[in-house]
């Protein structure tokens, strides 16, 4: 029971472009969520999180946005950089103090030069 | 500091042997976890420590698997009798408060193959 999905695999996009990566959760006791990044032989790093009482948090070039009623967040990459280049995951927590995070399958971005 | 570091990075064992990985966290971070990944899936949530105390399995952490932060400080994950259905990723992690607005910091795993 996927309660996060990235239904996308992969996206490809041009050096300078916007690279929208999008996600579905269905547990409606998620209270924030998260967006990681993955390099080949590394473990994810954290990138930039949302509370579920807001629906936007911006931090350089990256924004994530929240739509609580239809259960969906999108991360945008702007301007995108090659060095972009990695596998996504967007990850939700519950609230009631629980340490667990719940991860999606992750979304592969190409960024091309 | 350098990190979560885990160690081996990489292990190969037969069926049904014992095979254990040792975590570090960084070092003042009172707060550690596994998750494992299979290939094509994000990290999936095993167990969670604050300092020794274990305080979160996931159903996934079946009674062949053990994990142990006896001081607060490292930690071990031991699967015993290996199947060929634990080849993965194991992924470690670890935290102060605040894993909302920074979330964990994670190593660079222990890939393990079981033949």
């Known amino acids: 029971d996927q309660q996060v999905k990235q239904n996308s695999p992969s996206l490809s996009v041009q050096e300078g472009r916007i690279s929208i990566l999008n996600c579905d959760y269905t547990n409606s006791m998620f209270d924030y969520f998260l967006w990681y990044k993955k390099y080949p032989a590394e473990g994810p790093t954290f990138l930039i999180s949302?509370?579920?009482?807001?629906d936007k948090n911006e931090d350089g070039r990256f924004t994530v946005f929240l739509n609580k009623s239809a259960k969906h967040l999108s991360l945008h990459i702007v301007p995108s950089q090659p060095g972009d280049s990695a596998v996504y995951f967007c990850?939700?927590?519950?609230?009631?103090?629980?340490?667990?995070?719940?991860f999606g399958k992750g979304m592969k971005l190409t960024v091309n030069p | 500091d350098t990190g979560v570091s885990q160690n081996p990075r990489h292990k190969i064992t037969k069926r049904g042997q014992n095979v254990t990985f040792r975590c570090d966290p960084i070092s003042e971070h009172n707060r550690l976890y596994w998750y494992r990944q299979t290939l094509g899936q994000g990290p999936e949530f095993l167990t969670y420590?604050?300092?020794?105390?274990?305080?979160?399995k996931s159903r996934l952490l079946s009674d062949r698997f053990s994990a142990e932060r006896p001081k607060g400080s490292f930690s071990t994950l031991e699967i015993q009798r290996t199947e060929q259905g634990d080849s993965a990723m194991y992924l470690c992690?670890?935290?102060?408060?605040?894993?909302?607005?920074?979330?964990?910091?994670f190593g660079s795993g222990t890939r393990l193959t079981v033949v």
């Open positions: 992690a670890s935290s102060l408060e605040g894993i909302r607005d920074y979330g964990y910091t």
């Open positions: 990850a939700a927590i519950t609230q009631g103090g629980s340490e667990k995070l719940v």
């Open positions: 949302i509370s579920s009482i807001k």
């Open positions: 420590f604050q300092n020794e105390a274990q305080l979160e």
